[in-house]
């Protein structure tokens, strides 16, 4: 496990704390939250910025977990019995379908897929949904509406 | 154990108020007073009619053993996700469309839930656990040389947790 930690991306060290945040704040234990926090966005600022990089290569990957990745993990969880894992894979896949789809959808539309819209993701379990208001239960995780947050359009 | 209050549950009947021996419920912030509240205590919890109250535990009990192979698996999936997200925000970064940043930010930002749940299951459940110390005293190890790492924050959730 000591390995696998030393091969962490920043981005999945700063994900390990994002989630211990929420964990904290789900106990109400503010001051952890907000330590966990800081760590996080430490290692998010320390991310260098690449150039280039396109929603086409985006789909690639997205396309790969889809066609390998939760196949494989799927198997093992279910094999070790994990329902957790499992609970976790079955709407993680649920929500990356999405995600591909949303994207193929892009690659027709563009920037018209989102004009005079809104776009929300689900707090709980990453679910997207591109229209005006968002589902009163996630249909992915079935979470009410209210953790169904909005991502705002910012001028540049 | 104290008691906490879901304010979007509470209909305000106030039972909690009437049988609170410390005045903890009774507060400006819709909170209730974790410095007053008796540990344990419960009489709010059961008075209250809507529900809205419930305890949070002081102590977490060891997590379900996990297999390696499948904490593995789903560190492996988690990788890959991390590795989307830092696209999309790159994609967000650059871009001069505001629109196409906005989806590039939802993407990133559903992308970091998937990792974030896939870390979770493969053994970062609870903050109290044994994992997640041996997660920090190894950043702790590794950042030592660092002048930016936020050093004390993470000598200060060894001692909180």
Redesign the interface.
Known sequence: ??E?????????????C???A???SK???M??AD??G??AS?YGQK?E???????K??SA??E??LSQ??A??TG??QA?G?R??Q???V??EK??KL?KS??AR?EKQG?S???KTN?F????????YVGEQPPEICPVCKVPS?KILA?????? | MHA?RNI?LCTKDCLCLFVCPTGATDTETGQID?SKCLDGCRLCVDACPSHAIFL??KNYTPQ?K??????????????????????????A???????????????A???????????????????QDE??R??LQ??LQ?NSNSD???KE??L??LQ??
């Open positions: 496990m000591e696998a930690m030393r091969e962490m991306s920043l981005e999945e060290l700063g994900s390990v994002s989630n211990l929420k964990a904290c106990q109400m234990r001051e952890e330590l966990f800081r760590l430490y991310r910025r690449r150039e280039g990089q396109s929603f290569a985006l990957l997205i790969e977990d990745g939760y494989k993990a093992t969880a070790e994990d957790g894992a609970r976790s894979l709407w993680g929500t990356t995600l949303l994207l892009y920037t897929l989102l004009e776009v993701v689900c707090d709980i379990c990453g679910f997207v209210f991502v705002q359009k910012e001028a540049i | 906490v979007r974790a949070i535990p379900q996990k297999s390696e192979k499948t904490k593995q698996a789903l560190k492996e999936l988690a990788k890959s996700k991390a590795e989307q997200e830092r696209l999309a925000l790159d994609i970064k650059e871009t001069t469309d505001p629109t196409e940043r906005q989806l590039a930010r939802a993407l930002r559903s992308l970091r839930i998937l990792s974030e749940d896939l870390h979770r299951e493969s053994g970062f459940m609870l903050p994992a997640t041996a997660f190894e950043q590794k930016d790492f936020p924050a993470v200060r959730l909180l947790l």
